[in-house]
Structure formats: structure tokens, C-alpha cells
């Protein structure tokens, strides 16, 4: 970790592109299968911040298809109860991964000493990362719309619209990504982690788990 903490800026210089590269190509590798159900590849050596952030964006696009499944009108009501709890588990393993992001961080930061006038930003670099890797899922499918052979021109011109939006809102969160990582790296800014408490999994906090012991 000494090399980590001597060259904090470095590692962090271009961080925001690194992460969109990894975002992409796991949103791509999801769509050779396109099935919520095929195994997650492991293109990156386990322990990476790579694999991290590859896993977590494939959490992030296997959900958005849950979310189209179940939006079915003709879903049988059994089937959309289990993907419904389906769906529940994957945004809990959706926050479990951003809340490894945040410690891969708060490790690699530990030994930066906040200046004086230090202030916290409003979100971690973790959640900023969580709102990138679905940009990236939004502009995968995106691009499929205005690619469609099917779809009016009046349709395929609104979604390219949106796609450039899309494109831009990556590019001003990736480089305010990379700007708040280097002032952590500086200590213009610090950050905390304050773990998600979902209470509606835990058998202890959500009524109508515990009311059923």
C-alpha cells in the first residue's frame, strides 16, 4: 500500500475512463447470453478493482432486464412474486458491491491527512461510481433504440436526442469523478462511508418479517 499512498494522484489520474472501459465491456459481455440467469464471467484477476467494478456492473444490467420482465403485462403473478424477490436481492447486492467500492477507497486514502478548510462531498466516490455504471447500461440500450429497424424516424430521432444527453451526462460525471478523487488524493476533501441500512431484508427492522416470528 506504501506505492498506493506515494502516488495517490497518479493512480486516480484518468480513474473515471478506466471505470467506463470496464463498464462497457461488462455491459457488452452480459448481452452475448442476454439471459439474467448466465454465470458472470471473471475477465479480471479476482481481487482487482477491476473485477469489482465488473461485477458490479453486471449487477447493475442483469437488473435492468429483470426490471423489463417484470413490467410484462401478461406475467403470470406467481412468476413476477418470485422475480419481484429476485429483483430485491439484486439491489442488495447492487449495495453490497458499492459499499466494497467504498472501502477499496477509504483504504487507499487512509493515510491522507484533510487540509484545514477540508469539506465532505454529498455523495462517496462509490455512489457517484454506482450512477456511472448504469449510465453506462442506459447508453448501451440507448444506442440499440436509435439502431432499431422497426421504429419510426420520428422515434429513432427523439432516442438519438437522448443518447447524446446521455453521453454528455457520462462526461461531466466521469471528470467530476475524477476532480473529487484527486481532491481526496490532496485533502481538499474528505469522505466518510456510512453503510446502506436497508431495512425492508432485515427480518429485525422490517415489521412484516418480524411481527410473523
Known amino acids: 500500500m506504501d ?3 506515494e502516488n495517490l494522484t497518479v493512480s486516480t489520474e484518468g480513474f473515471a475512463h478506466r471505470c467506463n472501459v470496464v463498464f462497457d465491456r461488462a ?3 452480459y448481452h452475448i447470453t442476454d439471459s439474467i440467469d448466465a454465470d458472470v464471467p471473471a475477465p479480471f ?4 478493482i477491476e473485477a469489482l467494478l465488473y461485477a458490479k456492473n453486471w449487477i447493475d444490467v442483469a437488473q435492468w432486464h429483470m426490471e423489463d420482465l417484470i413490467r410484462d403485462p401478461q406475467i403470470d403473478p406467481a412468476e413476477g412474486m418470485k422475480l419481484k424477490r429476485r429483483i430485491d436481492a439484486s439491489n442488495q447486492d447492487r449495495t453490497d458491491r458499492v459499499e466494497d467500492l467504498d472501502t477499496y477507497f477509504r483504504d487507499l ?3 491522507v491527512e484533510p487540509l484545514p478548510q477540508a469539506q465532505i462531498n454529498t455523495e462517496s466516490p462509490a455512489w457517484a461510481l454506482d450512477r456511472l455504471s448504469i ?3 442506459k447508453i448501451f440500450h440507448m444506442k440499440a433504440e436509435t439502431e432499431r429497424a422497426d421504429a419510426s424516424e420520428e422515434h429513432l ?3 438519438r436526442g437522448k443518447l447524446a444527453v446521455l453521453l454528455e451526462q457520462r462526461a461531466d460525471l466521469s471528470s467530476a469523478i475524477d476532480t473529487l478523487l484527486g481532491d481526496i488524493a490532496a485533502g481538499r476533501k474528505y469522505m466518510k462511508v456510512y453503510r446502506q441500512m436497508k431495512m425492508y431484508n432485515d427480518a429485525d427492522t422490517n415489521p ?3 411481527a410473523k416470528k
Open 3 to 5: 506505492q498506493d499512498k
Open 27 to 29: 455491459t457488452a459481455d
Open 45 to 48: 484477476p479476482a481481487g482487482s
Open 109 to 111: 486514502y487512509k493515510a
Open 135 to 137: 449510465l453506462a447500461v
Open 157 to 159: 430521432a427523439r432516442c
Open 208 to 210: 412484516v418479517l418480524y
